[in-house]
């Protein structure tokens, strides 16, 4: 049974146990390339389109080649399709969820043509149980300011880089402090996002959360439950927000494409619990990733709000 799918651009299907990269390729030695991580869900790669635009952009702040969009898409099919044919069943079988990689590199060092290749693999054992019990976070001084990102396009702020090191560190560092995830902070203490996930806060009938220009990655999960939300009567922000405004909201989620919703269940050692309609993220996402998802354009983007206050304007 396949425990990996490998695809290659040119739609060659690898052997996920066998070495594929080159020792020189640049996004071995320096971490120079960008990628997506996409749930498969009942043979389907959810929210493709999002994910390919959102790997154009990276793309485009490392001035990488434009990706084929349709080579990327018949490499996800042929992935795909041997995946559903050829993976271990799940027992019980509902979802039958895996996870999904692009990965787009410079290429080798010595010259020569990027590396794309998709893989597929189940997903890890982990996200279960954080969608199931939600997750304990700290918080993290990212470093840096809020406006800093506008300032300083070169540190590639907002682009899904594999230069993946930090992220990883502040992980490790949550685990360290008997914590399962983090949550970054600007200087000013403005809450960013998490290391491989977006904040969602819900207040009342509306959802919040952090605006791009404060130097992060906008999520695709995010995205499609700001679609999908306003027409279950919630109203969508992105807000600068503050450590309190967590403390003090009806719930806390940490939303990503293969973990999809966790509630932060505690957060730097105080107790938070989903109020009101603070449950209902995770339906919520469910119906925006479906196959019958939203098909409209996104709402307008929300009005702006100072930075110098620390709870949303009603």
């Known amino acids: 049974m396949a425990t990996q799918v490998v695809v290659t651009l040119d739609g060659t299907v690898h052997d996920g146990s066998e070495p594929l990269l080159h020792a020189d390729d640049l996004s071995v030695v320096r971490g120079d390339g960008v990628f997506e991580t996409v749930l498969v869900r009942d043979g389907r790669a959810v929210l493709l389109d999002k994910h390919l635009d959102r790997l ?3 793309a485009g702040m490392l001035d990488l080649p434009e990706p084929d969009r349709s080579a990327w898409e018949a490499a996800v099919e042929i992935g795909v399709t041997r995946w559903v044919s050829t993976a271990p069943k799940p027992v019980p079988p509902a979802h039958a969820d895996a996870m999904m990689r692009l990965v787009y590199t410079r290429g080798r060092e010595g010259g020569g043509p990027p590396t794309c290749f998709v893989s597929i693999a189940e997903v890890p054992d982990r996200v279960t149980a954080v969608r199931n019990d939600g997750v304990v976070v700290v918080t993290l001084g990212r470093g840096y300011s809020a406006d800093f990102a506008p300032e300083a396009p070169w540190q590639l702020y907002g682009a899904k880089t594999l230069s993946y090191a930090t992220n990883m560190a502040a992980l490790r560092y949550a685990r360290s402090r008997e914590a399962d995830d983090a949550i970054f902070l600007s200087s000013e203490r403005y809450v960013l996002e998490g290391p491989r996930s977006t904040v969602i806060v819900v207040n009342d009938d509306e959802l919040h959360t952090p605006p791009v220009e404060q130097g992060i990655l906008r999520g695709t999960t995010q995205a499609a439950l700001f679609e999908v939300a306003p027409k279950k009567g919630f109203r969508c922000f992105e807000t600068p927000l503050r450590p309190a405004d967590l403390l003090t909201a009806d719930a ?12 932060v269940r505690e ?5 938070l619990r989903p109020r009101r309609r603070g449950e209902e993220i995770p339906a919520l996402i469910d119906l925006a990733i479906a196959p019958e998802g939203p098909s409209a354009p996104a709402p307008p983007r929300p009005r702006s709000y100072p930075r110098d206050r620390g709870r949303w304007r009603r």
């Open 252 to 263: 806390v989620w940490l939303v990503s494409s293969i973990t999809l919703a966790a509630h």
């Open 267 to 271: 957060l730097d050692g105080l107790p």
């Open 56 to 58: 154009a952009i990276s």
